[in-house]
């Protein structure tokens, strides 16, 4: 029993230690918050830490707007980068364009190379050359927009399937020319690989639908040409036809206006009369839903 009093009596000293020593913490730290706020208190008022404080949002603007033009810059380069993919293939791509004679040796953009740039559908320099070497001096209109159209036409290749029967319909002056358009594709292709630049205009090339042009540039009715025996082994959708005579007729614009830079008159008039006999009829009416413009088929 005595050995249990004293115990007990030094637990009860221990608690209340410890609660004076809780009340003496609790009482400074609150004595230390007030300090603490008293001094935030005086520096809000304090005109230096205003000052301060402008300063700090100065610069955070400033570093706002370094760090967006950084990233500006960084998207302009690799959009750059996404472009020429590399410095080698664009001097690479200077000097094919110095030996088809579409820059001068300083880089200066010449005639021919200001005919390229009315071409903006990424097969610039076969069109260039297509004007250049007189290939479509010497056929008719509807030639003209049947030879145009194995550049535009982006359907499916069939013209392998077709039997010979059906190619003699085909103009010689027509096979002449495309055979010729081969060749120029062939040898830009060859030119670009030279120089390590990958190419494929020839495989671009589709005369398909060659023969189908040149009978609508005829005068053929459109029901006709899509019941034409041709269209037996192409099994090509209407819409696509009527997209490659309205890319045709685009095109023929682009080439009159090369004919007006280069000053070849003669060029520019059979262009015209390509847009004369292929833009007419249903192709080209304002909607396919006219009751009175189906009649015309």
Known sequence: ??????????????????????DFLTKQSQSSLLNNLHELNLKLENETFELNL??????????????????????RISSLQTNLQT????????????????????????????????????????????????????????EIAAL????????????????DN?????????????????????????????????TNIEDELNFSIMSLIYKWAQGAKFYDIMYDPDMEVLDIQEGTIVRTIMRIEELCSNIRNAGKTVGNTELVDKLNDVTTLIKRGIVFAPSLYFSETITTL
Do not use: W
């Open 166 to 198: 059906k190619k003699i319909e085909i103009t010689p002056a027509l096979n002449q020319a495309k055979q010729q358009l081969i060749n120029i594709a062939i040898g830009l292709d060859q030119i670009q690989r030279d120089y390590k630049i990958a």
């Open 1 to 22: 029993m005595g050995r249990f009093l004293p115990k007990c009596f030094r637990e009860l000293v221990a608690s209340i230690r410890f609660n004076i020593l809780n």
């Open 148 to 163: 145009i159209s194995a550049i535009v036409f982006q359907g499916k290749r069939f013209d392998n399937d077709i039997n």
């Open 87 to 142: 410095s080698a293939e664009y001097e690479s791509m200077l000097e094919v364009l110095k030996k088809l004679q579409y820059i001068s040796d300083r880089n200066i953009l010449k005639l021919k190379g200001q005919v390229a740039a009315i071409f903006g559908s990424g097969k610039e320099l076969l069109l260039t050359e297509l004007i250049y070497q007189n290939l479509i001096d010497n056929l008719t209109a509807s």
């Open 54 to 75: 402008s300063e700090t949002f100065h610069h955070l603007r400033k570093l706002n707007f370094y760090e967006n033009k950084y990233s500006k810059m960084n998207e």
